[in-house]
C-alpha cells in the first residue's frame, strides 16, 4: 500500500476514457479544476475572516452581545398578577 504505481494510473486513465470518452473528458476536467479553484479561495476568505475576527475581539477585550431592547428583552408575555378567587358557598 502506499504510493500509485505506473499501472494505478494506466488503469485510471482507461477507465476515465470509458466512462466520460475522449470528448468529453477535458471539459470535465476543466470543470473540475474550476470548481476547486472556487473551493480554494472561499475556504481562504473564511480563515482570513475568522482571523480578523478573532483580532477585532481581542483587542476590545469585550464579550459582544447583541443589543436587545426592555420591551423585547424577554420571549414570554408579561403577565399581570391575579388575586385569588375566594369561594363564596
Known amino acids: 500500500m502506499g504510493a500509485l504505481k ?15 470518452g475522449a470528448k468529453r473528458l477535458p471539459d470535465a476536467a476543466r470543470s473540475l479544476g474550476r470548481s476547486l479553484r472556487i473551493f480554494k479561495a472561499e475556504t481562504k476568505n473564511l480563515m482570513e475572516d475568522d482571523v480578523k475576527g478573532k ?16 420591551d423585547q428583552a424577554s420571549p414570554l408575555p408579561k ?11
Not at 6 to 20: A, E, K, S, T
Not at 55 to 70: K, L, M, S, W, Y
Not at 79 to 89: N, Q, T
Open 6 to 20: 505506473p499501472w494505478h494510473i494506466i488503469v485510471l486513465v482507461v477507465i476515465l476514457l470509458l466512462l466520460f
Open 79 to 89: 403577565v399581570e398578577p391575579v388575586e385569588p378567587r375566594r369561594d363564596e358557598r
Open 55 to 70: 483580532a477585532e475581539a481581542q483587542t476590545t477585550n469585550r464579550v459582544i452581545t447583541p443589543e436587545i431592547p426592555d
